[in-house]
């Protein structure tokens, strides 16, 4: 059911929500490109599976909309054959084997029964675990068994709430190739985490949300190497220029700055006005986790879900 | 995707756990206690009168108002699972305008409830005829008198099954479901009837006896639309909770 690659892949617009009363998600926009990984991160109880529940109409937003692929979830004209769905952990009935369960999601989705032990081999999960009820699973396999349920369809469109947690590092890695190559393919990816180092080596653009709010988005790049580090017997006179041109200038120590929104030509360009001499110019790449910690105050390092 | 599939893949769901073993053992049970009853039971007299005739063995073989309660509460635990297990989200992200898949699903465990009212009977009749050649009495009924008392079942089952998974659908919680099903059909109606006596003839179990052709004041007609009334209330229900709430 796989069609052509897409220009939109999802689109996120003035998203709100309350629970009784208290809003768990504020004013939320964001885009999510075809052919990438999309991390969506934020410390537990952000509203990123608030968030993805109003996008797939699971819930109502209070204001706002969310569509796939420029069509709300629900007008979509074959919406399990677009999206591939991991929500909750746990979504299976723990008397029934992994395998009816993939059956009975077949069935209904108009899905040839024969595909379903092709998914199963490509989440690993083997036959014979497959006929075990889920009760007997353990996490991993569990998560193993909802990505098997989100590629039934083959669909061009994945959105996976935490599909990480609970993975060994092996697990983690066979993901990671499962989606890169369906980014490659053209297919859109949006993947959540609590817990950034789960996904880091895993993501191309990253949405950063922090109570509702979105806190930052763009590319993994964009955001690590925003600084620059700059060395400079004159380090006050520059300092005062770079801050004139609206950089956010820090004194690592009396010859050092790290320098934040200005880019390297300009501060190049800077000194160079003021016959400043240079003894280092370089981009300062600080790890997504530093950038992540100072947006939303929460290192997601050691925490467990 | 079509209904067909969605009715298929729900049938599917029910029949992939244990509870249709769980249900299918408690017809067994309860066809083997009317079993026992035939050879050993009394009435207070000490005679067999409750056997002696073919309306008698008609009562005694009528499951109906069994069906009605036992497929209630399978419909209210099949229905109220899908959300305790989280499995409702497939569901609806299958099948996003929600009123479909409810109908799909209500449609398959009405079924579900069909096949568990023509089991009991069927089962039911079994035990009866093959215990009477241990008392005075033949099996009396006429062919139409068990087609009768099987398709009433079968009605009656459907109506229950829909109506335990209009008020698991309206619960959403197990536990909930089941107690709200015995409220409905076992506690509220002598209460309803202790303040409106009119009211005794027309409880779902006392349409569900009626329908089975044991002679009272309501015909059968009057009475399956009774107790289908009593299915379709709470599906209405169900139909506008599933449209205007959230699924999780
Ligand atoms: N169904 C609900 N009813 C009430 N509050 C909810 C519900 N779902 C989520 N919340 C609250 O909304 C906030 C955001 O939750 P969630 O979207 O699950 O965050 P995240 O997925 O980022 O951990 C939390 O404070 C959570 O307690
Ligand atoms: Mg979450």
């Given amino acids: ?305 | 995707m079509t209904s067909t599939h969605l009715i298929r893949s729900q049938l599917l769901n029910l029949a992939t756990t244990r509870m249709p073993v769980a249900f299918g053992a408690v017809i067994v049970l309860l066809a083997t206690v009317n079993g026992v009853a035939v050879v050993v039971g009394t009435d207070m007299d000490g005679s067999k009168t409750f056997i002696s005739s073919g309306a008698d063995q008609q009562s005694l073989v009528a499951f109906a108002a069994n069906a009605l309660m036992l497929a209630a509460l399978f419909g209210a635990t099949a229905a109220a699972r899908e959300y305790a297990h989280n499995t409702a989200i497939a569901t609806y992200l299958i099948t996003p305008r929600r009123p479909r898949a409810l109908l799909a699903q209500l449609t398959a465990i009405g079924a579900a409830g069909a096949v568990l009212g023509l089991l009991g009977t069927a089962c039911t009749v079994v035990a009866v005829a093959a215990t009477l050649p241990f008392t005075d009495y033949g099996f009396l009924m006429s062919a139409t008198d068990v087609l009768r008392v099987l398709a009433v079942a079968a009605f009656a089952g459907a109506s229950g099954a829909v109506l335990g998974a209009a008020l698991g659908t309206l619960v959403r919680n197990t536990g909930g479901a089941v107690s709200a099903t015995v409220v409905a059909l076992v506690i509220a109606p002598p209460v309803v009837v202790q303040l409106v006596s009119e009211a005794a003839r027309w409880v779902p179990m006392a349409l569900a006896t009626a329908a089975s052709g044991i002679p009272g004041e309501t015909g059968t007609a009057t009475s399956l639309v009774g107790i289908a009334a009593w299915a379709l209330l709470p599906a209405l229900l169900a139909v506008w909770a599933v449209q205007r709430r959230d699924v999780v």
Avoid: C, W
């Fill in chain 1, 1 to 305: 059911m796989t069609t052509a690659a897409h220009h939109v892949g999802l689109t996120v617009t003035h998203l709100t929500k309350s629970y009784a009363g208290t809003e768990v998600v504020h004013d939320l926009s964001f885009t999510v490109r075809p052919g990438r990984i999309t991390g969506f991160l934020g410390p537990n109880g952000s509203g990123k599976s608030t968030t993805m529940k109003m996008l797939l109409d699971l819930a109502a937003a209070d204001h706002g909309t969310a569509t796939v692929r420029d069509a709300r979830y629900r007008d979509l004209s074959h919406p399990a054959g677009t999206v591939g769905v991991v929500l909750e952990p746990n979504a299976f009935h723990p008397g029934r084997s992994g395998r009816n369960h993939l059956r009975v999601l077949a069935l209904a989705a108009g899905v040839p029964s024969a595909r379903v032990d092709e998914v199963l081999d490509t989440v690993g999960l083997a036959p014979r675990a497959a006929r075990r009820r889920v009760g007997t699973y353990s996490l991993g396999m569990k998560q193993r068994l909802s990505l098997a349920a989100a590629l039934l369809t083959d669909p061009p469109v994945l959105v996976l709430d935490e599909p990480a947690n609970g993975l060994d590092p092996q697990g983690i890695r066979e993901l990671r190739d499962l989606l890169r190559a369906r980014a490659e393919r053209g297919h859109t990816v949006l993947v959540s985490s609590h817990l950034l180092t789960e996904v880091q080596h895993l993501v191309d653009d990253v949405v950063v949300i922090s109570g509702g709010r979105l806190v930052t988005s763009g590319t993994v790049a964009d955001l690590t190497d925003s600084a620059a580090l700059v060395r400079t017997p004159d380090a006050p006179v520059l300092a005062a220029r770079l801050a004139d041109l609206g950089a956010r200038v820090e004194h690592s120590d009396a010859e050092t700055l790290v320098v934040s929104g200005l880019g390297l030509d300009k501060i190049g360009r800077a000194a160079l006005e003021l016959g400043v001499a240079l003894h280092e110019l370089s981009p300062q790449a600080s790890s997504l986790e530093d950038v992540f910690f100072a947006l939303t105050g929460s290192t997601t390092t050691h925490e467990e879900a």
